[in-house]
């Protein structure tokens, strides 16, 4: 059975920071691609990060591009998504996500696209 647990979500001033941590069993961490997504209240699930299952390319989405990084630890079977400089539009539940990946070079932005899911993790940026 695969799972993706999300962490380290919480209540944080603008400006400040939080690292969330993705874990992933049930599967061979190290052959998906993994993605972050958010979704606002009343808002649709949006495209954050992408990395490849080497971690040698990542992808952002503009309106966090320079600020948040996505990363992994396949020896950890663990994704991880730092984001600094939160302002209080980032406020929304946070998504992990895995794809499996046929290449090295892989990486998706189309959340119709990935196969797994996280529970998500709620992250609260206040003004």
């Known amino acids: 059975q695969v799972q993706l647990i999300e962490s380290g979500g919480g209540l944080v001033q603008a400006g400040g920071s939080l690292r969330l941590s993705c874990a992933a069993s049930?599967?061979?961490?190290?052959?998906?691609?993994m993605g972050w997504f958010r979704q606002a209240p009343g808002k649709e699930r949006e495209f954050v990060a992408a990395?490849?299952?080497?971690?040698?390319?990542?992808r952002y989405a503009d309106s966090v591009k320079g600020r948040f990084t996505i990363s992994r630890d396949n020896a950890k079977n663990t994704l991880y998504l730092q984001m600094n400089s939160l302002n209080p539009e980032d406020t929304a539940v946070y998504y992990c996500?895995?794809?499996?990946?046929?290449?090295?070079?892989?990486?998706?932005?189309?959340?119709?696209?990935?196969?797994?899911w996280g529970q998500g993790t709620q992250v609260t940026v206040s003004s």
């Open positions: 049930g599967l061979t961490f190290s052959m998906y691609a």
């Open positions: 990395i490849t299952r080497t971690g040698s390319y990542t």
């Open positions: 996500a895995a794809d499996r990946a046929w290449s090295d070079g892989y990486y998706q932005v189309r959340e119709d696209v990935y196969e797994y």
